[in-house]
């Protein structure tokens, strides 16, 4: 092998060692090194999963907060700080891109930025943004934050001296404070145990768990309809889009809020010329549960579409009642004297 070949075979490992070098200041780009830091330290994760180049809400999140001392000096303190960078500009070493987008669909990252607090092993029990908050005050609620941490692991101690139902007591009041998803995604073991000890579900978490499955199930054949309608809709097919909303409400047998936000997706092909027809589908929509968050989203909805609807028929008064002017082609005949 060429010398030039053997530079080159080392180049990615050289570059994932010294990566930390490309993040921002006081950051990690490299994870596995993280979290061996943080398991020596005896100190927890935040993940930044940003777009900074591009992003607008990752680069308010940088300069309000990232930037600021009050940040670079505390947060370090009870954090090892990653970067998981997703540019469009810069370019990132290929392991390091390679790294970024299986952590994307580990922790099932969406949007940007998704700041996730995570212990040392990478097993994350909290999840926040942009907040409209100072550096100061973004410290504090990470640190409120890291207390689900705390009190988890306390918890699980108990839970681990504990027995039968109360030791499935103990595992869900460990628990209780992590967001579902997260529950249901990388707390399986200590939910699986505790669903076997408690026959009655006395804790919730079988039927919670249930519902996450349930729900998980339901937001794939929702992507599979979503690739559908966004062809239909590229191909201006409007009428074949709405019918195969139709199509998948009743096949799928969709009730409750559900249907509501299914039915809801039928807006991206009433164009502002349908108003009616889009009033319709909102009071559709709303009389399914008027009390459910997607019929919050719908009276809003209606609200704009009201304000649409006087719009429109004020422009076209005020068209109604301007003088028509002639064609500028026009010739008018001259002035006989």
Known sequence: MRLSSVILAAVPALVFSVSSLRAAEGWTSNFEKAKATAAGEKRDLIMNFTGSDWCGWCMKLDEE????????????????????????????????KAQNEKLQEMYKVEGFPSIILADAEGRPYAVTGYEEVDAAHYVKMLADLRKVR????????????????????????ALKEIDKALIHTFYTKEVDEATALDKADVTGLKKSRDEFASQR??????????GELSKLHEEKKFAEFSARVEKFVADEKLSGERKQQTMMIKLAVIGPDKLKEAEKLIEEVIAINPKSGTAEQAKNVKESL?????????????????DPVAPEDEVKPEKKE
């Open 150 to 173: 705390l009190a988890r692991d306390e918890g699980l101690k108990k839970a681990a001296a504990a027995k039968g139902v109360e030791k499935a007591k103990a595992i869900a009041a």
């Open 217 to 226: 199930e339901f937001d794939e054949k929702l992507e599979v309809l979503d």
């Open 306 to 322: 009201k304000e649409m609807a006087e719009q429109v028929e004020k422009s076209k008064k005020e068209f109604d009642g301007e």
């Open 65 to 96: 907060v990232f930037s600021k001392d009050a940040f670079k000096q505390e947060a370090p303190k009870n954090f090892v700080l990653v970067e998981i960078d997703f540019p469009q500009e810069k370019q990132l070493p290929e392991a390091i």
